[in-house]
């Protein structure tokens, strides 16, 4: 099945740019959405499609895609934005569901 | 407001049998790909299964697309009724490593592609 790889932490000052990858081969033929999660609750989406964001999603948070690698950017990072990020795209396969990236650790220092 | 509710998880013997039942309300629900996402302890997400919706047809229809993931393919079944916008997950043949919270999720689509809102999640725990 299609594989996800991100990195297992980012650490970034507060006002500063975050950049979370994720790899794919030829990911960049794919729609790519990005989830943040807190410590006990339930995911969020903050962006799909590569690039859009849901309705009250802050700007702050960008989605690119291209070749085998797909970035969320978090600017000006705030103490709130750490949180645990996963990528996802759909399926590779006519009967597979989704497929998840095993998450990026964000911590704010 | 979008809102899911989980219920059904409890803690159960190896090879036991749970059905997860998932309510939602505050969107045309049969119009909507739903979807069972679950995450072990301490452990990434992991896709379970996911049925399309009707796309804006008849919500006398239940039936739908549906997908499963290699770990549940055989044991699990998920289901919906339109009429009562509610959500299940019949989980048969039961092993440790299908201990975690489960959430239901909806989709933007009536395909199943992403999902944009998530329920509190519901915590199986298979363990003898």
């Known amino acids: 099945s299609y594989v996800l790889t991100q990195p297992p932490s980012v650490s970034v000052a507060p006002g500063q740019t975050a950049r979370i990858t994720c790899g794919g081969s030829?990911?960049?033929?794919?729609?790519v959405h990005w989830y943040q999660q807190k410590p006990g609750q339930a995911p969020v989406l903050v962006v799909y499609?590569?690039?859009d964001r849901p309705s009250g999603i802050p700007e702050r948070f960008s989605g690119s895609n291209s070749g085998n690698t797909a970035t969320l950017t978090i600017s000006r990072v705030e103490a709130g934005d750490e949180a645990d990020y996963y990528c996802?795209?759909?399926?590779?396969?006519?009967?597979?569901?989704?497929?998840f990236g095993a998450g990026t650790k964000v911590t704010v220092l | 407001e979008v809102q899911l509710l989980e219920s059904g998880g409890d803690l159960v013997q190896p090879g036991g049998s749970l059905r997860l039942s998932c309510a939602a309300s505050?969107?045309?629900?049969?119009?909507?790909?739903m979807s069972w996402v679950r995450q072990a302890p301490g452990k990434g997400l992991e896709w379970v299964s996911a049925?399309?919706?009707?796309?804006?047809?008849?919500?006398?229809?239940?039936?739908?697309?549906?997908y499963y993931a290699d770990s549940v393919k055989g044991r699990f079944t998920i289901s919906r009724d339109n009429s009562k916008s509610t959500l299940y997950l019949q989980m048969n043949s039961l092993r440790a490593e299908d201990s975690a919270i489960y959430y239901c999720?909806?989709?933007?689509?009536?395909?199943?592609?992403?999902?944009?809102?998530w329920g509190q999640g519901t915590l199986v725990t298979v363990s003898s």
């Open positions: 999720a909806k989709d933007r689509r009536y395909r199943a592609s992403v999902l944009d809102y």
């Open positions: 505050g969107f045309t629900f049969s119009s909507y790909a």
């Open positions: 049925m399309s919706g009707s796309g804006g047809r008849s919500i006398n229809d239940n039936g739908g697309r549906t």
């Open positions: 030829n990911i960049a033929s794919k729609s």
């Open positions: 499609d590569d690039s």
């Open positions: 996802q795209v759909w399926g590779s396969r006519s009967d597979h569901p989704g497929v």
